[in-house]
């Protein structure tokens, strides 16, 4: 999509410095809790499900489908000002019901995105050191 | 059934002007409505001896300076002259504009207090305020939960609902008639209220099916016209409410909801029966009322879907049948279950809720002008969006 570099850059934190991390390596990893096995994104400092504090980040298979989407008209969105409209999907990981992450596509994948179309993790540079997980449809 | 049913009641509404382009700070706009609403009453000032409410920016990333963006207890303590020494006040986080109202309720019954103001005043955030987002001069950082959402362009709450209603639709076989039908009513509704901000300005289908999208699914008119502006209301308890100017408006019976979700990234459709029922089943019980004993329903439409979800969630219809109810006038003025009588936030105004109580007030005690539903006896209202948050109250024209 158009001016990449003016797309707002994630700020990893502590807790979400190993996902953005592994960003760079080209590999998605969830936070998920050693005890209950429960995956959290965004990370938290404790399990949602059970509370404990033993988390951890683990590969997950990027593999999933579209839980819904929307096409931004309105140009007023930070950074993609020049690229409405555009499609917004939501992925549900194969790994757990509502284990949630957001992607960009183009307007031209319109005809293609239904609820429950497959879609896979692929990494996108936005240069800078910076490296996404973005969805794509399959 | 609660045993507060009946023993407390609203008893003065006041606006500011409700506008896009104001001619004072908000907090200005709130001395407004507090003013008209005590002289509604038939107050004086010095009565006032509780303060409650919920001053939120419309959504996070919002300004939130006070007396300017928001308008806090604090705020108002500081700038306007009622009791010489306030007894009680509560400034709520969560829920929506009725839970301060319940908070006066329960304080009032308590004996903590005599008339209790409460206001929700809202700002028309600038356009580029974007949740969690900044940047000086290089390209905005997105810090917090907004890193996972931001450098996707998908940090504006309107395509949270617009994600949720393309499930909706996808799941009950829904079309954009059903928003239509609402977004139509609440306009012909508007057209009947002088404070509407959409009060001269009619709307037609083809007006509403050839506006321009916002987040597909949702259009133009799916979403509520943001404006600056406060409404008031005073809470007194029913004895003293009798000796004010207004036939008192009862509260019945409230709620709030209280459902546990675990959804990290996004609140989602999925959650909004459970939510929401949890919400109505407080509200029915309390009151010892059900659905079918509405004369009107005053149901929150920040972005339009919200009403359908309400409709279905609090039982007024089934689950998925949200779309068939609205069809053939069963929700106009004169059908069989009025439904945003005032226009709704999608015509009046973004009072987030304040607008859907003072319409209900005005209803059960033969305030509403042009919109009367005669012999209105009890109407509830219900804000937030169910599968978010939520609060809602009942009122009635007897105790």
Redesign the interface.
Known sequence: MNDI?????????DL?RPFWAAAQERRLVVQRCAGCGYY???P?VFC??CLAQDLRFEPVSGRGAV????????R?????EQ?A??I?I?VELAEQP?L?????LPIAERPKV??GTAAEVYFED?GDGVV?P?FRLV | MWQGKGKTAIAGIGYSEITRKPGKPLGLLAVDACRAAIADAGLDPARIDGLATYPESPFAGAGNRDGEDVVSVNWIMNHLALAPDLRWYAQIETGMIASPIIEAVNALIAGACDYVMVWRALHRPRPRASGGVTGHGGPPRAAGDAQFLAPYGASSIVQTHALAWQRYMHRYGATRDALAALALNSRRNANLNPRAFFFKDPMSRDDYFNSRWIAEPLCLFDCDVPVDGCVALIVTTTERARDLSNPPAYIAGYGQNTARRRTLLYYTLDDYMACGTSLANKLWQSAGLGPRDMDAAQLYDGFNPSTLYWLEAAGFCAEGEGAAFVRDGRIALEGELPVNTFGGSLSEGRMHGMGHIAEAVRQVTDRAERRQIPDASAVCAIDGSPMLRGSGIIVTRDP
């Not at chain 1, 839980?67 to 309105?74: D, E």
């Open positions: 570099s003016k797309k707002p850059t994630p700020v990893p934190d979400s959290n994104h965004p938290r949602d499900a839980y819904s989407f929307t096409v931004m008209h309105q007023d969105v930070a950074g993609f690229d409209p555009f917004n939501v509502r949630l992450m957001v992607s960009n239904s609820i936005r996404i973005q």
